[in-house]
């Protein structure tokens, strides 16, 4: 069985800096690794993925993940943040074998001030 | 871009009513899943459907719940005898195929039993 963990479950930062969300996860099987982002009122959209291959993966909006395999990490980093970046984040993972069951941290909630 | 729908968004209804939550998968996509958030607390992976059966319950899943694909669009939760504790954000998800295939999820449909 997965679990994963966010150790942060609120993070305030003004617009503009940069922002580290944590996301540690345990597992005996290899893992596929997730964020997902849910902004007020809305459902959960896939930010960024790790499947295979390099271990630091992009978002179209500026958001990178980098999975550390030693450390059973996949944190999430954007250098500059905006005042649209307010939402909730998820990390989650999945086993790499049959159908896909989402394990899913507790979720951070990242609020940008002005 | 195509996108899962669920309807209703939200729902209100009396301690031991019934309770069916509609979702419509992509078109193409094979694997079907819900997940519910009770409020404050992760999402948690309810059920996963493939090939018109159940491929894995969470133990959530009791008796009181049921899946089905009646027509082969649509995809339903049913909950027989609503209890205070189902009050969550229903979340319906479908994939094109298991292992690296990633999930899409719908809005939500929030739950609220009084």
């Known amino acids: 069985a997965q679990s994963v963990t966010q150790l942060d479950s609120q993070v305030p930062v003004f617009e503009e800096a940069p922002v580290e969300l944590r996301c540690n996860y345990s597992s005996s099987v290899s893992v596929y690794l997730f964020w997902y982002v849910q902004y007020p009122n809305q459902g959960l959209q896939l930010l960024l993925k790790?499947?295979?291959?390099?271990?630091l993966v992009e978002s179209i909006n500026g958001f990178e993940a980098e999975f550390n395999k030693s450390q059973t990490s996949f944190h999430l980093r954007k250098p500059s943040v905006h005042i649209s970046d307010t939402a909730e984040y998820f990390c989650?993972?999945?086993?790499?074998?049959?159908?896909?069951?989402?394990?899913f941290g507790q979720g951070t909630r990242l609020t940008i001030n002005p | 871009e195509p996108e899962v729908t669920q309807t209703p968004s939200h729902q209100v209804t009396q301690m031991g009513q019934e309770v069916i939550l509609r979702c419509v998968p992509i078109s193409n996509h094979l694997y079907f899943y819900w997940y519910r958030q009770i409020l404050g607390q992760k999402v948690e992976f309810l059920v996963s459907f493939y090939n018109n059966e159940i491929s894995e319950k969470s133990e959530i899943f009791d008796d009181q719940f049921s899946v089905e694909r009646p027509d082969g669009s649509n995809f339903t939760l049913k909950i027989r005898s609503t209890k205070l504790e189902d009050s969550a954000m229903y979340f319906c998800?479908?994939?094109?195929?298991?292992?690296?295939?990633?999930?899409?999820f719908g809005a939500g449909s929030r739950l609220t039993v009084l």
């Open positions: 790790y499947l295979s291959g390099s271990t």
């Open positions: 989650a993972v999945s086993d790499q074998g049959g159908a896909q069951k989402l394990v």
């Open positions: 998800a479908s994939s094109a195929g298991a292992g690296a295939n990633v999930l899409t």
